[in-house]
């Protein structure tokens, strides 16, 4: 890549990336809201975690569709066509909470709709950053991808907080429908460079049925162990992610109030921003697998201190922790995936990527209300088995059977990471392949 393109296109990036940065925003404000509106109006740990579940749910389903659609179509419409999609997703809400209609089951289906077309708009940005950012920057733009939803996860708790008590949810969800208009925005005034194909077959963008392009997918990356492998050790660790994001809030209000649930969010938005910071400014561990597993261990130890007792500090601690490794990992493994694989099949390659790294996030949502209320909670209240033992450690009362839960997905994700390292096609994954080396937007060679 010439310097001139290298800085022309690093502009194009920087331009989508604010306008995504916005809009992660406004999305995170109707998030926190209409959660605790629904935690408020039905008070049950179940209902509240079906919201993540149909979050979650499209994108496992529908990314295969998806996919050849991407490397179809110009990548630059369809993130307008998936901002756009979720903006009336979130209108739609707003009109029906004014109108005094809006139930919990509009939540959950708009939430689906919201995701679906947000299943779009993950491989065509992934695929994007690829055309626009040079190899050795990949890191750091993938860090600063994260940097928008650690922006997120602290000024919306905050944010949302107060502006409920002042605009309510009805302002709050027109907010995140001008961040929408805002991202569109910028993308309306920027181009994107077109990939072109390479002399080699796995290069080339869809030929032939489309049924056949969203094979396509799936056949790369089991034709390749070490890709395969990574994306199964990261499907099991988001299950143990989706545990956590679907009874944290339950877990921190059962010894706590609403507006410490606020600042510990924020702190776990804070621990994103850093972990994003030292992304965008580091870029990553020569060996990006280390910057994968490495912070996989250390997040699996920030599990288990979150779930530790039912005190301020330690939850906030573990949960910064926690949130501070995403970056790395998410940068670290993604850089992987935009360096070996082609450009033009980027899109089909990336939503298979999506489809399985999610598959158990679902399930997860799906098992953890029952598996608390009815298992796990149980153990710890005044009659419970583990009154004695355990809950002499770790406390008792409402929350101490999500907190010990937490334990168990702490040690789980250190066994499942240590694994991994002893799996040689996930620690030499970075060898299997030769790196696609990007020359100039638009252009590629093997």
């Keep these: 890549m010439t310097h001139k393109s290298a800085r022309s296109g690093m502009a194009i990036f920087y331009i989508v990336w604010l306008g995504q940065v916005v809009s992660l925003v406004g999305s995170g404000l109707t998030s926190f809201a209409l959660g605790v509106w629904v935690f408020q109006r039905t008070d049950s740990i179940t209902q509240f975690a079906l919201i993540g579940l149909f979050t979650v749910l499209p994108r496992v389903l529908l990314s295969p569709l998806i996919g050849p659609l991407v490397d179809r179509w110009d990548r630059r419409w369809a993130m307008i066509l998936s901002d756009t999609g979720a903006g009336l997703s979130t209108l739609t809400i707003v009109l029906l909470l004014y109108g005094g209609r809006l139930e919990i089951w509009h939540i959950y289906l708009l939430a689906a709709v919201s995701a679906a077309f947000g299943t779009v708009q993950w491989p065509a940005y992934m695929a994007s950053t690829t055309l626009l950012v040079p190899k050795g920057n990949l890191g750091r733009a993938n860090g600063m991808s994260q940097f928008g939803q650690a922006a997120s996860e602290i000024l919306a708790p905050a944010l949302a907080g107060a502006l409920l008590l002042t605009i309510g949810l009805g302002g709050i969800i027109l907010i995140d429908f001008a961040s929408f208009l805002f991202a569109v925005v910028t993308l309306l005034i920027v181009r994107f460079p077109k990939p072109q194909t390479t002399t080699s ?51 921190i209000l059962g010894f706590t109030s609403s507006h410490v649930l606020g600042v510990i969010i924020s702190t776990a938005g804070a621990g994103m921003l850093v972990g994003s910071l030292a992304m965008s ?6 060996r990006r697998i280390y910057g994968v597993l490495n912070f996989e261990l250390l997040s699996g130890v920030c599990f288990m201190l979150i779930g530790l007792r039912p005190a301020f500090w330690s939850v906030m601690l573990g949960v910064f922790g926690a949130h501070a490794t995403i970056a790395i990992i998410y940068g670290s493994n993604q850089a992987i995936w935009q360096s070996k694989v082609a450009p033009g099949v980027q899109g089909r390659v990336f939503a298979t990527q999506q489809m399985i790294a999610r598959a158990a996030t679902p399930l997860a949502f799906l098992l953890a209300g029952p598996l608390a209320e009815r298992f796990f909670e149980p153990l710890l209240t005044a009659s419970g088995p583990l009154v004695a033992g355990v809950g002499g450690i770790i406390g008792t009362g409402a929350g101490r059977g999500i907190g010990l839960l937490f334990i168990l997905m702490g040690v789980a994700k250190i066994v499942v990471s240590l694994g991994a390292y002893l799996n040689p096609s996930i620690r030499y994954v970075e060898d299997e392949l030769p790196d696609v080396v990007i020359d100039r937007p638009g252009a590629l060679s093997v």
């Excluded at 969203?214 to 492998?229: K, P, S």
């Excluded at 143990?240 to 944290?248: E, T």
């Excluded at 400014?281 to 020569?286: D, F, Q, S, T, V």
């Design 201 to 251: 077959a796995e290069g080339k963008p869809g030929e032939g049925s489309w049924w056949h392009e969203i094979a396509y997918g799936w056949n790369y990356v089991t034709a390749r162990r070490g890709l395969l492998g990574l994306l199964i050790f990261l499907a099991t660790v988001n299950f143990m992610w989706g545990m956590v994001g679907a009874l944290i809030t339950p877990m």
């Design 281 to 286: 400014i580091w870029g990553g561990p020569k």
